[in-house]
């Protein structure tokens, strides 16, 4: 089965794992308070450094 990885782009440390990729994005938003509105304009005032998303087999 597939997982679905938060990966930070410089540390590679990983930060939230989800099934899906529906279900990382849910986790991000609850997790770091992500909001989707014009007040926030870059994702480095949101996540601790930027990230990525991978794909990852368990």
């Known amino acids: 089965m597939n997982m679905w990885l938060m990966v930070g782009c410089q540390s590679g440390k990983v930060y939230l794992k989800a099934n899906t990729k ?3 994005n849910q986790l991000a938003i609850t997790e770091y308070k992500r909001t989707d509105n ?4 870059f ?3 949101l996540y601790p450094e930027p990230m990525r998303y991978m ?3 368990r």
Do not use: H, V, Y
Request: glycine fraction near 0%; charged fraction near 40%.
């Open 22 to 24: 529906a279900e990382l």
């Open 38 to 41: 014009a007040t926030t304009r």
């Open 55 to 57: 794909k990852a087999n």
């Open 43 to 45: 994702r480095q005032e």
